[in-house]
């Protein structure tokens, strides 16, 4: 009861989702945007003010009909796989962001990026990757990603 009114008081939620599970969220809701019949990931972009100024999904590039293009894992010649043509779900929120600069923001992702986004990361400013998958933690791409994203500081979590 309020003391002043007699009147019961109301208060706030408390079972609300945290601001990273929000932007976690947020990554895998774009990630189902993607065609891709084995692998759906999806990034979103934060600013230190919490504020998504980019998201992304992995897709084939803008103006290419996805129908021409491949999407298998694997075939007897690699232009017939889907890695020549894919754009990630990292280039796409990085190209795709609606703020001028994205030094110091953080990206959520819910696979852990590839050596060739790990490039777009560093060189785009972000400080921070924070990923759900690291199911290929193993492979080349994702040793030489962790080598590059520890030599620029760039933290991943």
Not at 110 to 135: M, T, Y
Request: net charge neutral; aromatic share 10%.
């Amino acid at each position: 009861m309020n003391p002043t009114n007699g009147e019961e008081v109301v208060k706030k939620r408390t079972d609300y989702i945290s601001w990273e599970e929000y932007f976690m969220a947020v990554a895998f809701l774009s990630s189902q945007r993607s065609k891709d019949p084995n692998t759906q990931v999806g990034a979103c972009i934060v600013n230190q003010e919490n504020k998504i100024v980019g998201i992304g999904y992995n897709g084939m590039p803008n103006g290419c009909n996805d129908d021409a293009l491949p999407w298998a894992r694997e075939a007897s010649n690699a232009l017939d796989t889907k890695y020549p043509y894919v754009c990630h779900a990292e280039m796409n929120a990085i190209l795709n962001k609606n703020s001028f600069d994205l030094k110091g923001c953080i990206i959520y992702v819910a696979l852990f990026p590839c050596n060739e986004c790990a490039k777009l990361i560093i060189q785009s400013g972000i400080k921070e990757v924070v990923f759900v998958s690291d199911k290929y933690h193993d492979t080349a791409a994702s040793t030489a990603s962790r080598r590059l994203l520890d030599l620029a500081g760039v933290k991943y979590r």
